[in-house]
């Protein structure tokens, strides 16, 4: 963590095998995600096999903070996917924290229009097939 950035606990993500209800599909990740019907933010992910997503993202649970300033926050570290806007006014990087994915967001968004958004498949995560 880094002096002068604000790290704020989002979710968590954890890769699955198994087909979740709800599920939604992203062709450009060929990755489906699903949210955990608990109290606590938890995502579910499965992966297609030809997923072009890192191999750390599809074998390992990732937590994710939201920042105050995603460039800052990831300058000099090694970046494994972005930054990108997979949710409408919602950016994002993944990086490898030591052989773990964390993610990293910034948005001005709330979390109920976040998530709502995500629900609805509305980002480019859901409407491209390229990442």
């Known amino acids: ?25 992203s062709a450009a990740a060929k990755m489906y995600t699903s949210d955990h019907d608990g109290q606590f933010r938890i995502q579910w992910h499965r992966f297609e096999p030809d997923s072009p997503l890192h191999p750390l993202m599809k074998s390992l649970p990732h937590l994710a903070f939201k920042v105050n ?3 800052a926050a990831i300058e000099g570290e090694e970046v494994i996917l972005g930054p990108y806007e997979p949710i409408d006014d919602y950016r994002v990087a993944v990086i490898n924290d030591n052989g773990v994915p964390v993610e990293l967001i910034q948005t001005s968004l709330s979390d109920e229009v976040l998530w709502s958004r995500a629900k609805k498949g509305q980002g480019s995560l859901y409407r491209s097939t390229s990442l």
Not at 1 to 25: A, L, Q, S
Request: proline residues 7%; negative net charge.
């Open 1 to 25: 963590m880094k002096d002068g950035i604000r790290y704020e606990f989002h979710h968590t993500g954890i890769p699955t095998t198994e087909i979740k209800p709800n599920e939604k599909y």
């Open 69 to 71: 300033d995603l460039e």
